[in-house]
């Protein structure tokens, strides 16, 4: 075992060596600007963990579309324009497809198993395989009542105590994914599948974010001794991913044996893969499914969080979207799922959400696995890539776009053909695009116009709503009050009857 002192000397001495590698490497090549840096710890610790994508587009009027920041023999570039991610991160998939190397959430708690953490490879495509059979387009559609029966019963739970309307998007992110992962039906917000995932997720938002371990950025800490706070953080850890991918594995599991597995994702993976050596795979997709999806639950939770609060802010807005699927869906049923291609204010309000506030401000990061070169700029492998979709939806957007970035304005979708549609960024891009997407995207949209078609929603009867969000890597609301109505005494009736016939 290493002596502290072996260990910070060694830590030290990589430092250096890696900043001379870097320095001498660097002559006769340009880097793109960034902030200034100092020997050795260059301008790394500008990226804060908190909300970093904020300062990252500040930095957009001074350094432009790419921003390079180094330092501990780490190298960081942050994209802060579409194209340049579109011609990075899709167009050179083959070098742009790696994730960053997370010590401490991805060796030391496990985590690097998943498909989400997995190096650009073998075994990442066979996960990547699994995952696009059971998501794909037409896969998807098998899903489409369980949709709709979870966004009647949110809309039940908003009728019955509507001042418990974080509880409730809560839950029906959760139900959806644990539905469909592994056909587990959820009753209520403090279920254990769902307090355990939500403790599991935040843990690995805050960890995940570049620098929250100093580990990460130099990994040979990780062999300090297993008694040191982070070391101790990393085992809770660890226990909590495993059991987090074990349990509802080992439940499907053991119900198929029994042979009353209710229909579930992972249950068509066994059937279709005979089980048997892709086992551990089926477990880490499906794991990794249901992590990237709590994670999208996270996300769906983030999104639907900031329809609801968009809403009590722009009436007029909510109007206009209610009288069109009064129009086109009627007042005698709720919207399905099918109902979509028709309701075209309504797709360009699930837009505007996205844009206003994306789920993911800084996506999910990239790594390097070679050399290249980007606009004369040189970018050296292993460098982690950030695209700052933040920029995308509150600069990018000037100054061709007449409509004000900060404001909730669906029309911007509706009268100008040019405006680039969230979801291409988003769900990510490329080889590692989100496998989800489809599925997500029908959830969203389902929630959010069975709310429309039943609610009034508006500011709070008392203060006044700021639009205040947090800074972990999925960004959601802060905890705000708005008053929540049904918006006819038949609507609520419609509803009620509805929820009657949910089989969940
Ligand atoms: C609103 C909902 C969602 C959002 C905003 C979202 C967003 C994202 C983003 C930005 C990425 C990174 C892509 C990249 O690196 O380019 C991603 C990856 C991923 N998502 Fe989603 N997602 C959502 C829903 C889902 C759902 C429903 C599932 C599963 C059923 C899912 C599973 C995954 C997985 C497994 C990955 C990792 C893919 C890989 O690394 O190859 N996501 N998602």
């Known amino acids: 075992m290493l002596s502290l002192a072996e260990i910070l000397v060694g830590s030290a001495v990589s430092a250096l060596?890696?900043?001379?590698?870097?320095?001498?490497?660097?002559?006769?090549?340009?880097?793109?600007?960034?902030?200034?840096?100092?020997?050795?710890?260059?301008?790394?610790?500008?990226?804060?963990?908190?909300?970093?994508?904020?300062?990252?587009?500040?930095?957009?009027?001074?350094?432009?579309?790419?921003?390079?920041?180094?330092?501990?023999?780490?190298?960081?570039?942050?994209?802060?324009?579409?194209?340049?991610?579109?011609?990075?991160?899709?167009?050179?998939?083959?070098?742009?497809?790696?994730?960053?190397?997370?010590?401490?959430?991805?060796?030391?708690m496990g985590l690097g198993q998943s498909m989400a953490l997995l190096e650009y490879g073998n075994e990442w495509r066979t996960q990547r395989k699994l995952a696009h059979m059971a998501l794909s387009p037409t896969a998807v559609k098998k899903y489409y009542v369980v949709q709709e029966d979870l966004a009647v019963l949110l809309c039940k739970g908003l009728l019955i105590t509507p001042k418990r309307f974080f509880d409730h998007v809560r839950l029906v992110s959760s139900r959806i994914i644990l539905s469909i992962t592994y056909g587990l039906t959820i009753e209520a917000a403090d279920d254990e599948y769902i307090t355990h995932a939500d403790d599991t997720m935040r843990m690995i938002g805050k960890a995940t974010v570049p620098g929250a371990f100093l580990c990460d950025l130099v990994p040979i800490l990780k062999y300090l001794p297993s008694w040191v706070p982070f070391r101790r953080r990393a085992e809770a850890g660890k226990e909590l991913i495993e059991r987090l991918v074990s349990k509802p594995f080992n439940h499907v599991v053991k119900e198929m044996a029994q042979g009353n597995a209710p229909p579930s994702l992972l249950q068509d993976l066994f059937l279709a893969n005979s089980g048997g050596e892709l086992g551990h795979q089926l477990k880490w997709s499906t794991g990794s499914m249901y992590g990237g999806a709590l994670f999208s639950g996270l996300s769906n939770f983030a999104t639907i969080l900031t329809f609801i609060m968009a809403m009590a802010l722009y009436p007029e807005t909510q109007r206009l979207a209610q009288a069109e699927i009064d129009k086109i869906v009627g007042t005698e049923r709720l919207p399905m799922i099918t109902d979509m291609p028709n309701l075209p204010?309504?797709?360009?309000?699930?837009?505007?959400?996205?844009?206003?506030?994306?789920?993911?401000?800084?996506?999910?990061?990239?790594?390097?696995?070679?050399?290249?070169?980007?606009?004369?700029?040189?970018?050296?492998?292993?460098?982690?890539?950030?695209?700052?979709?933040?920029?995308?939806?509150?600069?990018?957007?000037?100054?061709?776009?007449?409509?004000?970035?900060?404001?909730?304005?669906?029309?911007?979708?509706?009268?100008?053909?040019?405006?680039?549609?969230?979801?291409?960024?988003?769900?990510?891009?490329?080889?590692?695009?989100?496998?989800?997407?489809?599925?997500?995207?029908?959830?969203?949209?389902?929630?959010?116009?069975?709310?429309?078609?039943?609610?009034?929603?508006?500011?709070?009867?008392?203060?006044?709503?700021?639009?205040?969000?947090?800074?972990?890597?999925?960004?959601?609301?802060?905890?705000?009050?708005?008053?929540?109505?049904?918006?006819?005494?038949?609507?609520?009736?419609?509803?009620?009857?509805?929820?009657?016939?949910?089989?969940?």
């Open 17 to 108: 060596s890696l900043y001379l590698f870097f320095e001498l490497n660097s002559r006769g090549r340009h880097y793109a600007p960034g902030p200034r840096g100092y020997p050795i710890i260059g301008n790394i610790l500008d990226v804060s963990p908190l909300g970093p994508w904020i300062k990252f587009t500040e930095y957009k009027a001074r350094y432009g579309n790419l921003i390079f920041f180094y330092g501990l023999g780490n190298n960081v570039l942050v994209l802060n324009s579409l194209k340049a991610m579109n011609d990075l991160l899709d167009k050179q998939g083959g070098t742009f497809s790696h994730r960053p190397a997370f010590t401490v959430v991805g060796e030391l």
């Open 345 to 504: 204010y309504v797709n360009a309000v699930v837009k505007e959400t996205m844009r206003w506030h994306p789920a993911l401000p800084l996506g999910i990061a990239r790594r390097t696995s070679e050399d290249s070169f980007y606009e004369g700029y040189f970018i050296p492998k292993n460098t982690v890539v950030m695209p700052n979709v933040w920029c995308i939806s509150a600069v990018a957007f000037e100054p061709n776009d007449k409509y004000d970035p900060q404001k909730f304005i669906p029309e911007r979708f509706i009268n100008d053909s040019d405006t680039p549609n969230p979801a291409s960024w988003a769900f990510g891009f490329g080889r590692r695009i989100c496998p989800g997407k489809h599925l997500a995207e029908n959830s969203v949209f389902i929630q959010i116009a069975s709310i429309l078609a039943m609610f009034d929603i508006s500011p709070p009867q008392k203060g006044e709503l700021k639009p205040e969000f947090g800074l972990n890597l999925v960004s959601y609301p802060a905890e705000f009050d708005c008053t929540i109505l049904p918006r006819s005494e038949v609507k609520a009736e419609i509803l009620l009857s509805r929820a009657s016939e949910c089989k969940l």
